[in-house]
């Protein structure tokens, strides 16, 4: 289903603290984004080792989900996983510091973009290999079940990991077992290089079914609609009623990896890509609530600042110590 095809949803009135809430939402879509665009250049300047993979178009569903969940829930992530990162909490030093491969980064400097992770806020990292994060999420929910913890598990992947068997053998397990544990499918429509639906013979909505797990399909650039589908996909889970399965529709600006130059999309597709933006969403509903754009500004200035403080940070810190890097992995003979 085309974005064309999706269902309108009529908007209602905001309320003052649908107001507050959307404005710190909007707040955390720009961090993502600016961050992510600072991160362009930071890789063209060499500064960044390795590769990194942008969610540039995809923020709705890293702060939408977040929205839904408590300090005490997980979330497993992908390759592309920054936003994830900072939606959950990862501060924005201790983030760019872990990326351009210094000490006081999250995982001083050794895991870079695609193994970003924070235990202390849930986060249980990136992960570079499609579809992995899913099974880590599922032994956070079985966790959370035989702990008895008042917390659920999130599993995030794209419509690539469709095809991994890991996918399968996690839904039937959760089903299984009814654990507290939501699916999060975040469906762009290409699956690295190739269209998924030259992939993927199947539906995930069918493939749900399968499992007689709970499914919805959304826009998943507008984070409104993502919010409420989260929570109302939450409660359920959060009471013993075992997973779900939300798929969230949006679309994948930059390339799979940063130097992609996606010579395999159309021009019209690429340039339909701005009418989806959930930046611009969120701005449309903003001034439909009446908020000024100098307040939209003074918020992305201190977004801006932020940032740029948290860049110089990095720039100025340490490299990883080897010595220290060697012991987390070789334990000293005689011990």
Avoid at 175 to 187: G, H, T, Y
Avoid at 210 to 228: E, K, L, Q
Avoid at 242 to 262: A, F, K, L, N
Avoid at 264 to 272: G, N, T
Wanted: net charge negative.
């Amino acid at each position: 289903m085309s974005f064309a095809e999706e269902a309108v949803q009529p908007k209602k009135a905001a309320s003052s603290a649908d107001v507050a809430e959307l404005l710190q939402w909007y707040a955390n879509l720009l961090m993502i984004r600016r961050a992510e665009e600072r991160l362009i250049s930071l890789f063209a300047d060499g500064e960044i080792p390795g590769f990194i993979h942008l969610g540039i178009g995809q923020e709705a569903m890293s702060v939408g989900i977040m929205s839904a969940l408590t300090p005490a829930d997980t979330i497993a992530s992908t390759h592309r996983g920054h936003g994830h990162a900072l939606a959950k909490g990862v501060s924005a030093r201790a983030f760019f510091a872990e990326l351009m491969g210094k000490e006081t980064g999250l995982c001083r400097g050794r895991g870079g973009s695609m193994h970003v992770a924070d235990m202390s806020i849930g986060m249980l990292g990136a992960n570079g290999i499609v579809g992995a994060g899913i099974s880590v999420a599922l032994g956070s929910a079985l966790a959370h079940k035989s702990l008895r913890r008042d917390a659920i598990a999130v599993a995030f992947f794209g419509d690539g990991a469709l095809a991994e068997g890991i996918l399968h053998e996690c839904l039937n397990l959760s089903a299984l077992m009814k654990l507290p544990l939501l699916f999060v499918c975040e469906s762009n429509g290409w699956s690295e290089f190739s269209p998924t639906t030259k992939q993927i013979a199947f539906s995930l909505e069918k493939l749900a079914a399968a499992h007689a797990i709970p499914y919805a399909r959304i826009d998943g650039n507008d984070v409104v609609a993502v919010s409420t589908m989260a929570r109302e996909s939450v409660a359920p889970i959060r009471t013993g009623n075992g997973p779900r399965i939300i798929e969230c529709t949006t679309c994948r600006v930059r390339g799979h990896h940063e130097g992609d130059s996606q010579k395999y999309r159309s021009v019209a597709e690429l340039s339909s890509l701005s009418a989806h933006d959930p930046i611009r969403l969120a701005v449309d509903r903003l001034a439909e609530a009446a908020v000024s754009n100098d307040e939209l500004e003074r918020i992305a200035e201190k977004i801006d600042a932020e940032i740029e403080g948290a860049i110089a940070a990095a720039q100025s810190a340490a490299p990883p110590d080897f010595a220290r890097a060697i012991a987390d992995v070789y334990t000293a003979r005689g011990v």
